[in-house]
């Protein structure tokens, strides 16, 4: 019982390091040997671990993705639609606001693997939302939908990275309008979603987090 709550901590410690150095510096400037000092520990112990920095990687961003579904879920107070919105809208501030998250964001985007399993995730989460409303839809629809989603942060992270985003909360606006569109949401409850969304202020929460 202690080796292996010995091996979970080294992983935490592995985890968190590289998260740190990641934001701190991006991607591309860390080395294996930076997370490896950083960990206190051999770089064998790493390889032990996770293959390769991009494994480790995956890792970060999988958990990054899901902590702010969390997040905004207590935002939105059982609002599913209201959820979508204050997710998508996190995620545009935060590469508005801090550049070393952009290039992760759009590493991800960019990562064959990283990327399909956060389409499956993206297709599960439509199906979450609609799937009520829409009972007819089938697999595909949801499919497409995710594609698109996922197309349309890929080239948010783009304008992020390459300085070009100057309208975050304009882009997050339209942006959750044409998604709530895609999938036949009134034009009154998406102007709802929207007030209700501006309410809650999430530049400034993303703020709060980011420090």
Known sequence: MKREAHKAAVRGKIISVARKLFLAQGYQKTKMRQIKEAAGVEIGTIY???????????????????????????FAEGNKLLHLACELSWHVHTMAQHAPSAELYLMSYNSPDIAAKLLINQIERSKAIFGERFPEKASEDYKIYAMCARGLMQSISLQAVSGTLTAPDLIARESIQLLLKMMDTPAAETEEVLEALAQLDIPEKVAGVLG
């Not at 494994?55 to 958990?63: P, R, S, T």
């Open 48 to 74: 032990h671990f996770y293959q390769s920095k991009e494994d480790i990687f995956e890792k970060i961003v999988l958990e990054a993705f899901f902590r702010v579904l969390e997040r905004t879920s207590r």
